[in-house]
């Protein structure tokens, strides 16, 4: 069965830190690259990282870049994003996504979602 399911946000205060956590079943992470992505009330979702299938190459929105850490666990199947320094424009709902290429590409060809966890960064 393919099901991703992401666990770790909250509340947290700005400056402050999360790790979010991404359970993967049904896919081989050495040809799945996986995506994390967010969407704030009243705007579009937009990707925030990802890590390729071959050699888990990283890459990140600007905003994050420095802040934000992806990370894979082959042998658990899971995917982390380590977010430090969170900022009040980091609140949102963030996603995970598996896309059957090996190397990251746009939104679009990301097939499969996880349900969301929120993340609320606020004083």
């Known amino acids: 069965q393919l099901q991703l399911v992401e666990s770790g946000g909250g509340l947290v205060q700005p400056g402050e830190s999360l790790i979010l956590s991404c359970a993967v079943s049904?896919?081989?992470?050495?040809?799945?690259?996986i995506g994390w992505f967010r969407q704030a009330p009243g705007k579009e979702r937009e990707g925030v990282s990802c890590i390729s299938g071959s050699y888990g190459k990283a890459n990140y929105e600007d905003s994050v870049k420095g802040r934000f850490f992806i990370s894979r666990d082959m042998a658990q199947n899971m995917v982390y994003l380590q977010m430090d320094s969170l900022k009040a424009e980091d609140t949102g709902v963030y996603y995970c996504?598996?896309?059957?290429?090996?190397?990251?590409?746009?939104?679009?060809?990301?097939?499969?979602w996880g349900q969301g966890t929120q993340v609320t960064v606020s004083s």
């Open positions: 049904g896919f081989n992470l050495d040809y799945t690259s």
């Open positions: 996504a598996a896309s059957n290429f090996r190397v990251c590409v746009s939104e679009s060809e990301f097939q499969y």
